[in-house]
């Protein structure tokens, strides 16, 4: 049988809108199952509690469970490769770290390549980091650090909370740019050595705000925060780049999903995470911890990654760091 030409046309013209209603169907129907977030951290951290407030907000939105799923270890790799192995359906997310950027180039052989495998969601959350001192260090500002670590070359100890972190990076690109020589002692997490620069054993160290209350006790000497602009939390510290321009560094979190998951999907949960990142109530809990909230598309937090990757490839090359 041979249909008329007109209705050819409609046959035609409704097969190609059923890929468009497939989509519109999907991202309708998203999530009707649990949703896992993976994080590379332990449970009670930073990165843990912001996985959690935004998980529970994207609960309460969406009518299905976001579970938070901590899987520590191999500085964030053991997480982010779970993820990358994860079916691409959006039922798989993850907690993406500052540490994803920078482990690109301190490991020569991962798994997956982090740009090619993780497809970016949305950005969450900047946090600074400050520049503390033991008050032993006779200095209290960063221009007399700077004259005192060059005046003791490979006599003072930084800490950091490993290698790689953004700790050790912060302190790496500012031996750099202040032409310092200082020894690099990493430890494994934060609590060990803070209290290691408590008790005078190390001499600086690049560090989150949770440190705050160790600052104002005076068992801790804060010379600058490393963000581009002060920080309410500390409004008369000032910033390393008042001293030394064009330094800047940061934490930062967001969310990635398996390459190839749904666009649709990845464009609904973008929409609900900014939502929460606009919400007065998730901005205070943010700040509470130090962090500003950092909304964007997935493109914008794609070139954030990839600024990233490469600012933070040319520390690892010049400083010749290597994992542990």
């Known amino acids: 049988m041979k249909l008329p030409r007109r209705n050819l046309l409609h046959l035609a013209a409704g097969a190609a809108a059923l890929p468009a209603i497939s989509r519109i169907a999907r991202a309708q129907a998203y999530p009707s199952r649990p949703v896992r977030m993976v994080v590379g951290n332990a449970a009670g951290g930073a990165p843990d509690i912001f996985a959690r407030l935004i998980g529970q907000w994207l609960s ?10 901590n899987r520590p270890g191999a500085a964030t790799n053991i997480a982010t490769e779970a993820v990358v192995r994860a079916p691409p359906d959006g039922y798989t997310l993850l907690l993406i770290p500052t540490t994803g950027a920078i482990n ?23 946090l600074p980091l400050i520049m503390l001192v033991h008050p032993s260090v006779p200095v209290k500002t960063v221009p007399e650090f700077i004259a005192y670590a060059k005046a003791n070359p490979g006599k003072i100890s930084m800490a950091s909370t490993g290698i790689g972190s953004p700790t050790h990076m912060s ?73 030394l321009p064009d330094f800047e560094t940061s934490a930062w979190f967001g969310v990635g999903a398996p390459k190839a998951t749904p666009a649709d999907i990845i464009e609904k949960l973008n929409h609900e995470i900014n939502a929460a990142l606009a919400d007065p109530k998730v901005k205070a809990r943010f700040a509470d911890l130090g962090g500003t909230a950092i909304a964007g598309s997935p493109a914008a937090f794609q070139k954030l990654i990839a600024d990233e990757t490469e600012k933070w490839g040319k520390v690892v090359r010049a400083a010749n760091i290597k994992p542990e």
């Open 60 to 69: 309460d939105r969406l009518g299905q469970p976001f579970l938070v799923e």
């Open 104 to 126: 690109a180039t301190v490991y020569d052989k991962l798994n997956f390549n982090f740009i090619r495998d993780i497809a970016p969601v949305a950005s969450v959350v900047r």
């Open 171 to 243: 302190g790496e690109l500012f031996k750099m740019m202040a032409g310092v020589d200082m020894v690099h002692v990493p430890y494994r997490g934060g609590t060990a050595v803070v209290a290691d620069l408590i008790g005078g054993q190390v001499q600086v160290l690049f560090v989150g705000t949770e440190t705050i209350e160790h600052v104002r006790s005076g068992k801790l000497r804060a010379l600058a925060v490393t963000t581009a602009t002060r920080i309410n939390l500390l409004p008369d510290i000032p910033t390393v780049g008042e001293f």
